[in-house]
């Protein structure tokens, strides 16, 4: 009876990053990657604190601010 050929459990780094984009990885620490997802959810929260204000129509963040510095 033959064998079959062994297979290797693991592929090396450089076969894999040839077809592998770690662009969008999501990698703790303070990395590339970390930068750019938190720059990605930063504009997810302007975005939706902008539409939050003008479908309440008027300013929430000032709103609460004069509230907590006691200006209202």
């Keep these: 009876m033959q064998s ?8 090396d780094s450089a076969s894999v ?5 770690t662009t969008n ?4 620490g303070w990395t590339e990657q970390a930068e750019r997802w938190n720059g990605r959810l930063a504009m997810v929260g302007l975005v ?4 939050t204000e003008a479908l309440v129509g008027h300013s929430v963040f000032a709103t ?9």
Excluded: C, K, M
Aim: proline share 10%.
């Design 48 to 51: 939706i604190s902008v539409a």
């Design 4 to 11: 079959s050929p062994r297979i290797p459990s693991r592929l």
């Design 64 to 72: 609460t601010l004069a509230q907590w510095l006691g200006l209202r």
């Design 25 to 28: 990885d999501w990698i703790p």
């Design 17 to 21: 990053a040839q077809y592998y984009d």
